[in-house]
Each structure stands twice: as C-alpha cells, then as structure tokens.
C-alpha cells in the first residue's frame, strides 16, 4: 500500500527538479517526513475571466474568491484547454489535448464514459501517492459502458479511474438525468419508478417544454425544450426517478455538504478533492437566500452563490485547522456566456457588467475569453503571493501533481501536460513556453503571439451572440499589445504566421508535446 507520506528526501528532489525549493519554509528543512499537500481544486462551470471581483469585476461581489487570491497566486494567463466543458475536463485530467481523441466534445447525459480504465489520470496518480481522493459535482465525462442501467450499477465511473468517492451531477444541470449519483448508484431511487433517458426519441408521459410552455417557470431561449423537471425543460428526455430527482434550488447546498464531508471524512490522511460547481452554468436557479442578490439577474446571483461555495470549502478548512496544509487552486472550466439557452434575464439585467473583463469573445469561442479564466493558487506559507503572467494550462496540473508528489510519469501518461509547480507555486517563474487551446478551430500561443487556424462557420453565433473567433483567413493577434485581439496581424507578418502554423501542424501530427 502506499504511505501518505514520503520521505523529506524525495519531497526536495520533487521540489527541486521544479524549481520550487527555495520555496520550503525552514520547519519542512529542518523537519521530519515531509507530508504531501492536500489539494482542493474547485472547477466553477462558465465562469469568465472578468467575473469575479480579484479580475475587475466591480457589478458583483465575490468577497470569498478574493480574500482566496489575496494569499495566493493569481494568475493573468492560465487557461481551460476548450472553450467547453467535456474537452477541457477530459484534457485536466488525463493529460492530453482533447482534439486527439473523437467523441470529446459536449457529451449527451446518457454518453458512456470516454476516459477508459486503467489510463493514468490525474486523481490515479494522487492516489497512486497515498492520497483520498473524491470528486463532488459537475461530471460530463460520460458514465458506465454501451449497457448503462441508470436503476443499476453504473459502471465504469470515476471509481475506476483514480477517485475513491464521487457524488455527481452526471452530465449538466440543463441534461438529463436530473439526479444525483453517488458512488455507483443513483441517490434516492425508488426501484419501482425505474429511470429511462433518451436524447433521441422522446419517451415517457410526462410535458415537455415544447409542448406545454405554460408549465415552466423559466422558459428556453434556444433548445432546453425537452422533459420538465423542477419546472424547467431540459435538453433530452427522462421519464421515472421521480423521488431522486434533484431541485435546482438546493444544488449549491447539496454538492457543497458533500465536499465539505469529504474534507470532514478525510481530514487525517493527504487528500484530492475535485470540487466541480454546477454555478453559474445554466438553468441559474440559485437559492432563494441568493435570488436578487446581486442585481445582476440569476447569472449575478450565480456568481454570489459560487462565491458562498467557496467561502465554505475555505471555512471547512480553517475549522479543520488544514488551512496551511492544503493548496487551494479555484479556476473555470471555459469562458463566461449570457445567455446560453434560458430566458433568465442574464442579458437584460448585465447593467455594464464584463464577463470576459478586457478579452474577446467568450464560452466556444477561440478568442481569447474562451480559455483563458480566473486561475488562483494557495498554499499558505509556501507560496508568496501575487500575480503571475506565466502561461499555463489546466492540463498541467497532471505533470505538476506527479513532481509535487516525487513520482515520474510513463513515456504514455499525460502525453501534453508540461510541469509547471515553479509557475503555479511561484510567481516569479515562467510557465511553458507555447499552448493550444481548442474551439472548433485549434489556436495556438506562443510568447506574445496567437494564431488562430482558418476556419468555417458563422463569426457570431447566432443563439448566444458570441463572436466565435472563426474566419476563412489564418488570424494572428500580438497578446501583449493587443490583449482585445482586434488587430490581425497576419498579413503584416506572414513569416510568424506560417511558423506557427507549421507548428501546430506539427503538433497535430505529433502524439505528444510533453518531452
Ligand atoms: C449547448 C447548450 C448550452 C450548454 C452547452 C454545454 C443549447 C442551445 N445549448 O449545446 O446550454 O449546455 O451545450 O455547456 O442546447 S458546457 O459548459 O457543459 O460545455
Ligand atoms: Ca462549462
């Protein structure tokens, strides 16, 4: 079995090969075995760069995030790997781009699971180091195989790809199934009321939005007009399960009593706590104790909701008194969207509010705001803090974990994940040099430059109003003059553009960018 601890040796040789020695507090040095670092990553869903109060945000208030960044490192240049939510998941924790591998893309909420057993992901390899690790909230990675049973087993899941507990939103709060799995198996399930879900044929007796819009207490603006569930229609259809079906109201409060038990639970032993908040993703149906809270509409009163969720994970840990062993990383899964499918009042009550603060474009776009999020790391006493520019991603946080915990990946692990524990531990360092970031069209960064391939489709989207970053001609934007990217400077500087061209070419074709 593996020790929860390692010994001081190998803990300064995992420091010291990522350059974050100096940043050993003189009680480790002079101390006995070393103890890995719990690590709490709390994953917010949709969350922009510009919406919370420590990145500008002056129209609602995030007290909680703040005082989290104000001991911390918070970073100006750290992104999801997509502009959606199974890529950039399915990318943190395995390690590699999701556009290597089909089927990555927004997943339906009866997909089977696509990160197979028994590849290394991130929570393996915490384990694999003697940690407890759990996931609490928002999957969307798929679960079970081709012969799913909601009313059974479901199997294969999380547990079997390095987490010890999970207490899941399956897919997306706006998908069916609108229930709870924990473990192996749906919360409250009356076996007699056995669930079915269909995101093809509808199935079941019960209204549709489509079909009976007088029934529903927040309307669609684009889809969601499927199955009714707590009044709200659905994308895909479910029939039974009634008795474990969730309220959306009580969403924040039921994940966040979980992760706080897993903390609770766990609090002897090193652990990995994925905390994937369902705010402010769609339908934005915070607590009635939220509502008109922030005069900003639901997606305001989400944001003051998330922030309350954070408040707890960091309460939980002061009353642990695990404050100072524990690193706390809070970051988004992609870009901020308005109004991404319900008539929630997000665009007619913004009131100059900026979700992507001074970026361009938004969730599924390849501008900037797309990827690049809100990224704050803590860990008291170990890290000064302040604010860091490296470039980094989310899907490093694989090659980072395996060299705080002193193990050394296989050649086949993690295959784009790039250590970066000087840069996450320490504002001073760089992070890595280039990065691609995914949304429909692949975009690559390197230094100051950011090419976006050419590609089809609409500029705008027509349902979220969202300028997707496409066009039929290469874009090359200077980030450090032009953080807005409103200056393609391709035609001026075809020699860089076809550079970086031919590296992401050449990263495509490649298996691997990790060396
Ligand atoms: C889109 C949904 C959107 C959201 C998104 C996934 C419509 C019109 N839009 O297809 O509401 O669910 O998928 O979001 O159905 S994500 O954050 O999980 O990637
Ligand atoms: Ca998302």
Redesign the pocket.
């Known amino acids: 079995m593996n020790s929860y601890y390692i010994s001081r040796r190998s803990f300064m040789k995992s420091l010291i090969a990522s350059g974050a020695a100096a940043l050993l507090p003189s009680k480790l040095e002079a101390g006995s075995p070393a103890k890995h670092p719990n690590i709490v990553l709390i994953y917010a869903?949709?969350l922009g760069y510009g919406d919370v109060g420590c990145y500008g945000a002056a129209k609602v208030e995030t007290p909680n995030i703040d005082r989290l960044a104000s001991a911390a490192v918070r970073f100006t240049n750290a992104h999801s790997s997509a502009a959606?939510?199974?890529p950039?998941r399915y990318a943190m924790l395995t390690g590699e781009y999701a556009w290597r591998k089909k089927g990555t893309g927004?997943l339906p909420g009866d997909a089977r699971l696509i990160i197979q057993p028994p590849r290394t992901t991130l929570p393996l390899i915490l384990q694999r180091a003697g940690y407890a690790t759990g996931v609490v909230g928002?999957w969307?990675l798929g679960l079970g195989g081709r012969d799913l049973d909601w009313n059974g087993e479901i199997k294969p899941g999380p547990l079997d790809i390095g987490f010890d507990y999970c207490f899941l939103i399956p897919?997306?709060?706006?998908?069916v199934p609108c229930v709870y799995v924990e473990n192996r198996r749906v919360v409250g399930l009356d076996q007699s009321d056995p669930i079915s879900v269909s995101f093809g044929k509808p199935i079941g007796d019960e209204p549709t939005g489509k079909e009976h819009p007088e029934l529903l207490k927040m309307k669609?603006?684009?889809?969601?007009n499927q199955t009714i569930i707590n009044g709200i229609s659905r994308?895909g259809y479910m029939s039974g399960g009634k008795a474990a079906r969730w309220v959306d109201e009580d969403m924040a409060d039921t994940i966040t009593d979980k992760a706080k038990a897993f903390l609770e639970k766990n609090r002897n032993h090193p652990f990995f706590l994925y905390f994937a908040t369902h705010d402010i993703?769609?339908p934005r149906v915070p607590h009635p104790r939220f509502a008109g809270k922030s005069g900003l509409g639901p997606r305001g009163d989400a944001i003051v909701q998330l922030d309350w969720c954070v408040g707890e994970i960091l309460k939980t840990l002061d009353r642990l008194k695990l404050t100072e062993d524990t690193i706390v990383i809070f970051t988004s899964?992609?870009g901020p969207?308005v109004d991404?499918?319900?008539k929630d009042q997000a665009v007619e009550k913004l009131n100059g509010h900026k979700p992507s603060g001074p970026l361009r474009g938004g969730?599924?776009s390849a501008f900037d705001a797309g990827t690049r999020v809100p990224c704050i790391v803590r860990w008291p006493n170990r890290i000064n803090a302040g604010t860091s520019d490296a470039l980094i991603s989310q899907i490093d946080f694989m090659a980072s974990f395996a060299a705080l915990t002193g193990q050394k990946l296989a050649p086949q692990d993690a295959p784009d994940s790039f250590d970066v524990l000087g840069a996450l531990l320490d504002h001073t360092k760089t992070g890595r040099d280039h990065l691609v970031e995914q949304a429909g069209v692949l975009s690559l960064i390197k230094g100051d430059w950011k090419y976006i391939e050419p590609g089809r489709g609409p500029k705008v989207s027509a349902?979220?109003g969202i300028e997707l970053g496409r066009d039929t001609k290469p874009q090359l934007y200077n980030l450090k003059t032009d953080l807005a990217e409103e200056h393609n400077l391709a035609a001026e500087h075809p020699e860089i553009t076809e550079e970086l061209a031919l590296m992401l070419k050449n990263i495509r074709n490649s298996k691997r960018t990790r060396k």
């Open positions: 869903d949709d959606t939510c199974t950039s927004v928002k969307h897919a997306t709060g706006d998908r669609p603006s684009h889809g969601h994308i993703h769609v899964d992609n969207v991404d499918g319900y969730k599924y349902a979220t």
